[in-house]
């Protein structure tokens, strides 16, 4: 559900290149350099997509050569999204909203975003299926910031008013972090489980 809007707004974007749409100062920088957005945009979109369907233990179970062969996707569609994204916020021209404080989020999101998917493939190339998961997992909820800063944003706005360059870089930056507060929740969680679950196991075999 989080994905939806950022899907509908990258095909929106993606229309107005196809279709020469009118210049403006909002898109002039897409239209003088196309190729990184467009690529974000459909990295993006399946990342989005795809994603949720590796984190569905049941359907991870019952299909495992999907997840192998949509993980190695996803692992190029995330890694494109993160350095598309790190390429657009170093080069593009930037926006006048956009100050010092957003651009260094950007970046900082940006690298996390990249670095965890490169340590979760690591790490599934050593057989440490628990530290993958985490660090996909990790990796996903910066993918998905876009979704949860549409609502960031506007809880902002329906507050505050228009948002100023600080209000608005630390609105975005609360999207980011949200996410990555849940996807912490949720593999501390499933950790403390799997811990509960050995131990009653390693008493059981002792009984």
Request: glycine share 10%.
């Amino acid at each position: 559900m989080l994905s939806v809007i950022p899907v509908a707004a990258g095909i929106f974007r993606l229309t107005e290149l196809v279709r020469n749409a009118e210049i403006t100062p909002a898109n002039a920088r897409f239209f003088a350099s196309p190729l990184p957005v467009v690529l974000h945009i459909l990295s993006a979109s399946i990342y989005a997509i795809l994603g949720p369907f590796q984190f569905a233990p049941g359907f991870r179970r019952s299909r495992p050569g999907w997840h192998r062969i949509s993980g190695r996707l996803l692992v190029l569609c995330g890694l494109i999204v993160g350095i598309s994204g790190l390429w657009m916020t170093l080069f593009y021209p930037r926006p006048d909203d956009s100050g010092d404080l957003l651009y260094a989020l950007r970046l900082l999101f940006g690298s996390g975003m990249v670095i965890s998917i490169l340590i979760g493939f690591a790490m599934i190339l050593r057989g440490d299926w628990t530290g993958h998961r985490a660090w996909m997992m990790r990796s996903y909820a910066i993918g998905l910031g876009a979704g949860t800063q549409v609502l960031t944003q506007t809880a902002g706005e329906l507050i505050i008013g228009p948002p100023s360059e600080l209000s608005k870089a630390l609105l975005m930056g609360a999207g980011w972090v949200i996410n990555l507060a849940v996807a912490e929740w949720v593999i501390r969680r499933r950790s403390a489980s799997v811990h509960t679950l050995r131990t009653h196991r390693e008493q059981d075999n002792v009984n």
